[in-house]
């Protein structure tokens, strides 16, 4: 699914881009969502908060 159609930005890019430890900042610079029209900020956000939450938890984040 198109999550940007300004710049053809699917919603398995940003995936792939928050496997790789990007937030949406890091999306929106590299792959320049929501840099035209705007639109497509809240869908590529939701994006990547459900994504997130269907990802493992990090073993890591337990041990603070």
Known sequence: MYVCLCKA???????????????????RQKLGVASDCGCCGQMAKKVIREHLQKMPECEFSAAG
């Not at 930005?9 to 999306?27: P, R, S």
């Open 9 to 27: 930005v699917t919603q398995k890019q940003i995936e792939e881009a928050v496997e790789q430890g990007d937030g949406y900042a890091q999306v």
